[in-house]
């Protein structure tokens, strides 16, 4: 009999015992039903008059119920008083973390460690922490020791193998997704995470046959689309095609080159995609037609996400589509932000500091506006700011800001053609940057997205684009210190 089942028949045969009514509220967490599991919790700390343990178990559902509040205030006493249970520390390292207070989460798995040094899931707890923080080199010693305890376990062989590709222990991580694998097979995040490994290692042909394995996550499914109709597999055919967008702008504006490959093999082409991107899209020759998400769609045979393109068409660093400009802005749109954009004597400087503050790696990825100042400083260039949303207030006067003149993407591809060069961290505007041919320099974390690869200065996916990079994590002066120093070379 499974524990599932075994929870259900003790509550059925004993629904006053606080121990049947707390596996029951076990049971409900498993399954992710936090409402459930926090009332059965709650009937469990009535019954045995303030069971810690049980007491724990709610501030954890409140904590994953987004009421931080009330589960601090249940746990303090927790964690302010002497403990000497292991579980405990445990249970509440995991509920500091949900409530982002990673070094009072570090604090109770370290004293969990203490008193049960053998536990491996203490080390893997710890691991992933430590990982959080940036700490890789400690990540990877906790996780070993996992390991050490535990040699079978696949998330834990995951993560460590994701902590030595951030290390740039590339061989090691394969090694180690591999093992992983092997034990879980049919896991799709740790395919995922494989893929993003070989691609960052340059395994195009491997890399993008494992990424094809996203479509199979669970949080991945808000990307894909209900036709019931087959998916193209790169068979040619004069059938009626929809492309449809997947993940985020620069995503889109990164693979949409592959549409004239699918063109080539006979297909008839619709593009879906995000609102935003739609005008500049209609530029693209050729296609039966551009579609928004909100849009109802013409008749059609077959579909295909857009990131699968690279993988059907065996994409190698040699054959990477790199006909670059393969996008570009509308000349009513070029001579309105000519005009806006005309000085007299300095080189014209696009700037973009911050991506998407949702996206999973934008702690990585962004820079603080305050970087910056050294190479606003300098002479002989006027800085036009490409920085939308939240981020965009933190710049200053030494900024020309356009914003109230851009709508969309043919308007900021307007903007960009306008400018002489573009300085941006990796986002949305690096991609539509380097599509058009814009000269773009690129700053990059000391362990970037997969695209970019490992210590080149240059893309095979954007001839125009030069990549500068973090040379110790978390280091951006040394990055802008370079660009600033490459700033005075420039001839005027």
């Known amino acids: 009999m499974d524990r599932d089942n075994q929870s259900i028949i003790e509550f059925r045969e004993n629904p006053e015992r606080d121990e049947a009514i707390f596996k029951l509220g076990q049971y409900y967490e498993d399954k992710g039903l936090f409402h459930r599991a926090l009332k059965c919790y709650q009937r469990a700390i009535d019954k045995s008059k303030g069971n810690p ?67 491996p899931q203490y080390y893997l707890q710890l691991g992933d922490l430590f990982h959080k923080k940036g700490y890789i080199n400690e990540a990877i010693l906790s996780y070993k020791q996992s390991l050490f305890y535990n040699d079978n376990n696949c998330i834990t062989l995951n993560n460590l193998a994701i902590s030595c590709k951030d290390n740039h222990q590339l061989e090691e991580a394969i090694d180690n997704f591999q093992r992983a694998l092997s034990l879980c097979p049919d896991e799709p ?17 491997e890399g993008f046959k494992e990424y094809e394995w996203r479509l199979k996550k669970d949080d991945y499914k808000n990307y894909l689309r209900d036709y019931q109709k087959p998916y193209w597999r790169g068979e040619y055919s004069n059938s009626t095609i929809v492309i449809f967008a997947e993940q985020g702008f620069g995503d889109t504006i990164h693979f949409v080159r592959y549409i004239n490959l699918v063109k080539e093999r006979g297909l008839k082409v619709i593009l879906l995609c995000h609102e935003e991107l739609k005008e500049l899209f209609m530029a693209l020759q050729g296609l039966q037609g551009v579609y928004s998400f909100q849009e109802a769609l013409p008749e059609f045979d077959l579909q295909c996400p857009i990131l699968s393109l690279p993988y059907i068409f065996k994409t190698t660093l040699d054959t990477i589509p790199a006909k670059i400009p393969y996008l570009t802005a509308r000349s009513d749109k070029i001579n309105k932000f000519k005009e806006l954009t005309e000085t007299k004597g300095t080189l014209k400087i696009g700037l973009t500091w911050a991506g998407n503050p949702a996206h999973e790696d934008d ?70 940057a380097g599509a058009m041919g814009k000269e773009t320099w690129l700053l990059l974390p000391y362990t970037p997205d997969w695209r ?35 700033c005075k070379q420039l001839k005027f």
């Open 452 to 486: 970019w690869m490992l210590n080149n200065s240059t893309t095979p996916w954007y001839p125009t684009v030069r990549l500068f990079r973090q040379v110790e994590r978390g280091n951006w002066q040394g990055v802008i210190k370079e660009v600033v120093n490459r």
């Open 363 to 432: 702690l990585n990825r962004s820079i603080s506006f305050d970087y910056f100042y050294p190479l606003l400083s300098l002479k002989g260039f006027t800085f036009f700011s490409l920085q939308f949303g939240e981020a965009a207030k933190c710049s200053d006067e030494s900024l020309i800001d356009l914003s109230s003149h851009i709508k969309d993407f043919s308007d900021t591809a307007g903007l960009i053609d306008s400018l002489d060069f573009i300085i941006t961290v990796d986002t949305a505007i690096a991609h539509l």
């Open 53 to 119: 343990i049980y007491l724990i178990k709610k501030a954890k559902m409140l904590a994953y119920l987004n009421c931080h509040t009330e589960a601090i205030s249940l746990i303090q006493p927790l964690s302010e008083s002497e403990h000497h249970d292991a579980f405990i520390h445990s249970e509440l390292s995991l509920i500091y973390k949900k409530l982002g207070q990673t070094e009072e989460a570090i604090r109770h798995i370290k004293e969990a460690v203490f008193l049960d040094s053998k536990n």
């Open 189 to 205: 995040y740790i395919h995922f995470n494989y893929a993003q490994c070989l691609l960052l290692s340059g395994n195009m042909t």
